[in-house]
């Protein structure tokens, strides 16, 4: 059982080394790019993302120092390759943190009202 996870875990590191190759070229370090579009690509994957949660975060009363903040950008490497970074700049201590008194939810209006009985109409 032991062999068996060490052997799934060698054979784990070794494709993540190998998936970071590019035809013959060295290898690239995890996460990062070798162009900056690549690395642009991903950040706005990433803001795409944050933005969801913020969206749903709000949706669920959050207030608004404890929403997620700051863009993610692609940042060059002094090797040359590119990485993607959070900026948070001018965001409050507070953001991403728990909100220890969020807002009342509200429920949405219903669209159809129920019949007596549980029929639609």
Not at 5 to 20: D, E, I, M, Q
Not at 24 to 44: F, H, P, R, V
Request: contains cysteine; charged residues 20%.
């Amino acid at each position: 059982m032991k062999a068996t996870f060490l052997l799934a875990a060698a054979t784990t590191l070794a494709l993540v080394g190998c998936h970071s190759k590019n035809q013959g070229e060295t290898a690239l370090c995890l996460g990062c790019y070798a162009t900056k579009s690549e690395a642009q690509a991903d950040a706005d994957r990433q803001n795409a993302a944050r933005a969801q949660v913020t969206a749903k975060d709000k949706a669920l009363g959050v207030h608004q120092e404890y929403l997620p903040c700051g863009r993610y950008e692609p940042v060059q490497r002094p090797d040359g390759y590119w990485y993607v970074q959070e900026n948070r700049t001018g965001c409050p201590a507070t953001a991403g943190q728990l909100d220890p008194h969020p807002g009342p939810v509200t429920a949405p209006k219903a669209v159809r009202k129920i019949k007596p009985g549980g029929k639609m109409p």
